[in-house]
């Protein structure tokens, strides 16, 4: 599979602060990658790098395998970015979506082209009529796309495309981005708070924190406050008085996690578990099937706090789980990993 995209030894800094360090990232032409990760941890900075529509403090983004600098216009016609945010021109809804094909002399036929990519986005024709102050937030979301897949763009970055908009709107940005890949082979990176959606679509997700990338997921992430114990570990206490254990850190972390696999069923009473293991109570809220890790998902509710646990067929065939049910989960405090301040 060719490489499209690749990042190199970058860094990027706003008044002296990093916000995201990645050594290296390798997109490759063709697929669809997620960005997942908490609002802070660089998931629009690096798509705006991607995109080359701001110059990284360091390192060097390859395109086809060259070096290209930021602001590229051959370049850039082949990238388009959706920002979380998208400006609509106060205009029609089809000199919006034309807007980007005339600046790049291509206006064969625009009218066919307006249409097809209102059509991509669920919209009929008779939207290309109307002026930008008549569309519903999802419609307006859905018009910004079209403009870009107007273009047919090699690769199509989207930063929170689901973000604020309706069911349907979701349903028809979904719908559009696949037929992009599956028509044009359009190479797809998305940024999103909404893993499912992510799940659902990517072939791979990547997991961001305080700008850099994570081996694992976030989904089990603890901020703390962290006290010590007597017991030579740190502890932080969840709504419901439960605490959650773990090894001290080395330095000034803060922020632990426990993989998703790291939790397993409490042993019954009369098979007493090691003294190392502890605890959580929690009630089952959701079994899911995630596609990526080939594996069922479940979602307990300890206190205030989500946790996902990855589970075998048979531990839920065994356990007969559904959503409502009471569960134990046991975990060990020193397979709780510690994230990078």
Same mark, same amino acid.
């Given at each position: *599979?060719?490489?499209?995209?690749?990042?190199?030894?970058?860094?990027?800094?706003?008044?002296?602060?990093?916000?995201?360090?990645?050594?290296?990232?390798?997109? *490759?032409?063709?697929?669809?990658? &997620?960005?997942?990760? @908490?609002? &802070?941890?660089?998931?629009?900075?690096?798509?705006?790098? *991607?995109?080359?529509?701001?110059?990284?403090?360091?390192?060097?983004?390859?395109? !086809?395998? %060259?070096?290209?600098?930021?602001?590229?216009?051959?370049?850039?016609?082949?990238?388009?970015?959706?920002?979380?945010?998208?400006?609509?021109?106060?205009?029609?809804?089809? +000199? !919006?979506?034309?807007?980007?094909?005339?600046?790049?002399?291509?206006?064969? /036929? $625009?009218?066919?082209?307006?249409? &097809?990519?209102?059509?991509?986005?669920?919209?009929?024709?008779?939207?290309?009529?109307?002026?930008?102050?008549?569309?519903?937030?999802?419609?307006?979301?859905?018009?910004?796309?079209?403009?870009?897949?107007?273009?047919?763009?090699?690769?199509?970055?989207?930063?929170?495309?689901?973000?604020?908009? /309706?069911?349907?709107?979701?349903?028809?940005?979904?719908?559009?981005?696949?037929?992009?890949?599956? +028509?044009?082979?359009?190479?797809?990176? $998305?940024? %999103?708070?909404?893993?499912?959606?992510?799940?659902?679509?990517?072939?791979?997700?990547?997991?961001?924190? !305080?700008?850099?990338?994570?081996?694992?997921?976030?989904?089990?992430?603890?901020?703390?406050?962290?006290?010590?114990? &007597?017991?030579?570990?740190?502890? #932080?206490?969840?709504?419901?008085?439960?605490?959650?254990?773990?090894? =001290? @850190?080395?330095?000034?972390?803060?922020?632990?996690?426990?993989?998703?696999?790291?939790?397993?069923?409490?042993? @019954?009473?009369?098979?007493?578990? #090691?003294?190392?293991?502890?605890?959580?109570?929690?009630?089952?809220?959701?079994?899911?099937? /995630?596609?990526?890790?080939?594996? =069922?998902?479940?979602?307990?509710?300890?206190? +205030?706090?989500?946790?996902?646990?990855?589970?075998?067929?048979?531990?839920?065939? /065994?356990?007969?789980?559904?959503?409502?049910?009471?569960?134990?989960?046991?975990?060990?405090?020193?397979?709780? %990993?510690?994230? =990078?301040?």
């Amino acid at each position: *599979m060719k490489e499209i995209l690749r990042l190199k030894q970058v860094r990027h800094s706003y008044n002296g602060r990093t916000v995201l360090t990645m050594p290296e990232l390798r997109i *490759m032409s063709g697929t669809i990658t &997620g960005l997942a990760g @908490p609002n &802070g941890s660089g998931k629009s900075t690096l798509l705006k790098i *991607m995109a080359l529509t701001e110059r990284c403090s360091s390192g060097t983004v390859y395109f !086809n395998g %060259s070096a290209v600098a930021p602001f590229d216009k051959q370049v850039r016609h082949r990238l388009t970015l959706l920002p979380q945010a998208p400006y609509l021109l106060k205009r029609t809804v089809s +000199d !919006n979506i034309s807007y980007g094909l005339k600046i790049r002399n291509r206006t064969e /036929d $625009i009218t066919a082209a307006v249409h &097809g990519a209102l059509e991509l986005v669920g919209l009929d024709a008779s939207f290309s009529n109307r002026l930008w102050f008549e569309l519903s937030g999802g419609e307006a979301r859905r018009v910004a796309l079209a403009a870009r897949l107007a273009l047919k763009p090699a690769c199509l970055l989207l930063d929170e495309p689901t973000a604020g908009v /309706d069911m349907e709107s979701a349903r028809s940005i979904r719908r559009a981005v696949l037929l992009a890949r599956r +028509d044009w082979g359009t190479t797809l990176v $998305i940024a %999103s708070h909404h893993q499912f959606w992510l799940n659902d679509i990517c072939e791979e997700l990547i997991y961001l924190y !305080n700008g850099r990338r994570l081996r694992g997921s976030f989904e089990n992430i603890l901020l703390g406050p962290w006290e010590r114990t &007597g017991e030579g570990l740190v502890r #932080a206490q969840l709504a419901d008085g439960q605490y959650v254990y773990a090894a =001290p @850190p080395q330095g000034r972390e803060n922020a632990a996690v426990i993989d998703t696999g790291g939790f397993a069923p409490a042993r @019954p009473q009369k098979e007493p578990a #090691a003294r190392t293991i502890r605890e959580l109570r929690g009630t089952v809220t959701g079994i899911f099937q /995630d596609r990526l890790q080939d594996a =069922p998902r479940i979602h307990v509710i300890c206190g +205030d706090h989500l946790f996902v646990v990855a589970a075998s067929d048979q531990f839920l065939r /065994d356990r007969e789980l559904r959503p409502g049910q009471q569960v134990t989960l046991a975990y060990d405090p020193a397979a709780v %990993s510690w994230l =990078p301040a």
